[in-house]
């Protein structure tokens, strides 16, 4: 679990019937497409551009249920600059609508590559690259 502060709130989704599995619990399918697209678009936004595709999802972890009707945010943060990927770390969080608390679901890194319009991977503008030097390894 990463500090908050330093993470990104990307997007906000709704758990409702046509999501749940066959143990009343949200389908991990549709987590990890909610995460995978939340981090797409938080991809092409910080690498300004739209040719971005997903090339790993590493460990995900399914800590807490989610039910019907609950509130999931997700969240993002940059963790590592190459040349043509870019890591994401996410987490999606249940949020109690009453109390504002909010509690860690699932967490994820993702990474996502650049590519050109034959599919071929090609680097990453420079100057993005700059701004994120200290997570180049
Ligand atoms: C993404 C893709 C173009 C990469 O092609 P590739 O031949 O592996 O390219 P390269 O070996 O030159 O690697 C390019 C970058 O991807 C990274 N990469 C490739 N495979 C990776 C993996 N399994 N894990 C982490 N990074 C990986 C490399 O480290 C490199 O990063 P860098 O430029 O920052 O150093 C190719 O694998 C692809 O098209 N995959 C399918 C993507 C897709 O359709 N996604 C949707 C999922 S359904």
């Known amino acids: 679990m990463n500090d908050m502060k330093d993470m990104t709130l990307i997007t906000q989704k709704i ?8 143990h009343g619990n949200l389908f991990g399918g549709n987590m990890l497409s909610w995460v995978d697209e939340a981090a797409g678009l938080m991809a092409t936004k910080i690498c300004q551009t739209t ?33 043509s990927s870019i890591t994401l770390y996410m987490e999606a969080r249940k949020h109690n609508v009453y109390s ?10 993702i990474v996502f590559v ?3 319009e034959v599919g071929d991977p090609i ?8 701004k994120y030097k200290e997570l180049i390894k």
Not at 57 to 83: A, L, T
């Open 123 to 130: 680097p990453i503008n420079e100057p993005i690259r700059d």
């Open 51 to 83: 040719n971005m595709v997903t090339v790993k999802m590493e460990e995900v972890n399914f800590k807490k249920p989610v039910k019907m009707g609950f509130s999931i945010s997700i969240y993002g943060q940059v963790v590592r600059m190459g040349r």
């Open 114 to 116: 650049r590519i050109d």
């Open 100 to 109: 504002g608390e909010e509690t860690l679901v699932t967490s994820t890194k």
């Open 15 to 22: 758990a409702m019937t046509r999501d749940l599995g066959v």
